[in-house]
């Protein structure tokens, strides 16, 4: 089939592949220790459910305005005023179709052929290719593990070009769990003041933060507005991934934009997650600092677990629910004596089939060397999961 050069440039998300092969097996009745899943096994929090429920029964069902309903962007606006310090008009707020729709937009806006866009390695998965699609090149910047996975400003200014116009950055981050602290996160937009780039701060995981970081927006620095636009989800905050509900917060010419492009492509977020979202914003956070108990004590459990497996490390996440540990020891060119695979994506793949394990391969996040587990599973499966690995890694090291 004749397809566009533009959808050749991009693959499918391999984090949705490897989920797909996990539920296969699942589907067949097979038992999976499944780390896969970047989303809660929470549920959505009743209170935003009934407000769901009223709005169908209130026949909020019909289009809204393309950006998302007034009292929406008002809401959104207060509540990152009061959670993260920013100082958002609802004119300066656009509701989007989830995180990842916010952020295929903006990029979509700003982001045209020979531009370059600085994203730190290890990085989500959908960034690169998002970028790709609007012609833009990326490229990558580390983050250490000795950083905490934090990526740094002098790191960014050094790749920084005539030819770069946005820098990504995601605090938590996902896969790593970096938290850039405010202070280094105040430098990297200093850099990008100086020359000119938008930063991007991607903070769907902003209220899952460890002990001692806390949750953070660069909007609250004074004088960032004209360098920054903010992505947020209601997916992870308030376990509503599959409600679909992301915003953006950026001036308000760059946010019309967003909004034309949105309104010959999606459309309105849908209706009725929209009176959810609002819900969200306006009612009770109390969940959130359960879930955030839940995490840790989960990141506790599989860190350590992690860390007592042969030929494993791995850092503590400053945030989100993904523990990242490195098993290049195991690879080819590794030192535990025999390679049990060449790299993370085949070493995935015999987790899933001989240990009946689903992790994420680090290639997938530019991180060879490393897997992505995600914790948001229950503390008995976190540790029926590690019992696996822990029997496989040890079996092959007394091979090797
Ligand atoms: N940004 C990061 C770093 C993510 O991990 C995700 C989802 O996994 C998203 C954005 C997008 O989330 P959603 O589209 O569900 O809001």
Known sequence: MHLTERINRIQISPTSAVIAEAEKLKARGVDIADF????????????????????????????????????????????????????????????????????????????????EVIIPAPYWVSYPDIVKYAGGTPVYVESRPEDEFSVTAAVIEKAITPRTRLVILSSPNNPTGGVIPPDEYERILAACKKHNVWLMGDECYSHFTYDPHKPFSIASHAGSKAHVVIIGSMSKTFAMTGWRIGYTLAPEALVQATVKLQSQSTSNPTSIAQHAALEAMRGPMDTVPVMLAEYAKRRKRIVEGLRAIPGVTCEWPGGAFYAFPNVAAHLANGNSGQALAKDTGELARMLLDQARVAVVPGDAFGAPGYLRLSYATSIERIDEGLRRLDRFFSRAEAAA
């Open 36 to 115: 896969g899943p970047g989303e809660p096994d929470f549920p959505t929090p009743d209170h935003i459910k009934k407000a769901a429920i009223r709005a169908i029964e209130q026949n909020y069902t019909k289009y809204t305005a393309t950006g998302g309903i007034m009292p929406l962007r008002e809401a959104i606006c207060e509540w990152h005023k009061r959670e993260l310090g920013s100082h958002y008009e609802p004119k300066e707020c656009v509701v989007n179709v989830g995180g990842k729709h916010s952020i295929f937009n903006v990029v979509s806006v700003l982001v045209q052929q020979g531009d």
